[in-house]
């Protein structure tokens, strides 16, 4: 486990998501690791410019919630709040966790089914197949 002492996090806001959070605050403690949390804001196209998805408030929240409880745990924690066309998130994610030089890379499932997954080319389905570093997918 000593190869996980940067972690990136990321979230959503979602079920899942929580317990991921919860799930990576363990692992930070037991291993000493440094957190990046990262949430992508993502905006859907549109002819004339892009409509976000979820208000830049919401996202700032759902990614100052999670760092606040890992802090509060006493783990070294920071976030990261990314904007980005939807269908990219995997992208940038994947990009934070290389810059980061993540040594582990958890995020909740959305639940969705493998066939759903790759039609829908679902964020959890595009990085355990494209990261360069163990994923851990909290359900």
Avoid: W
Wanted: aromatic share 4%.
């Amino acid at each position: 486990m000593s190869e996980f002492k940067r972690i990136l996090l990321a979230v959503d806001g979602s079920e899942p998501s929580n317990r991921a959070v919860a799930l990576t605050a363990d692992l930070a403690e037991q291993t000493e690791a440094e957190v990046l949390v990262v949430h992508v804001y993502e905006r859907e196209p549109a002819k004339f410019g892009a409509f976000p998805l979820e208000t830049g408030e919401d996202a700032g929240e759902i990614l100052d919630d999670a760092v606040r409880i890992l802090k509060d745990r006493g783990i070294s924690a920071r976030g990261e709040l990314r904007t980005g066309i939807f269908g990219r998130a995997a992208r940038i994610i994947l990009e934070e966790a290389n810059d980061f030089d993540a040594g582990l890379v958890v995020l909740g499932s959305r639940g969705l089914s493998d066939l759903a997954g790759l039609v829908l080319g679902s964020v959890t389905h595009k990085v355990l197949h494209v990261t360069h570093c163990p994923v851990l997918v909290v359900r």
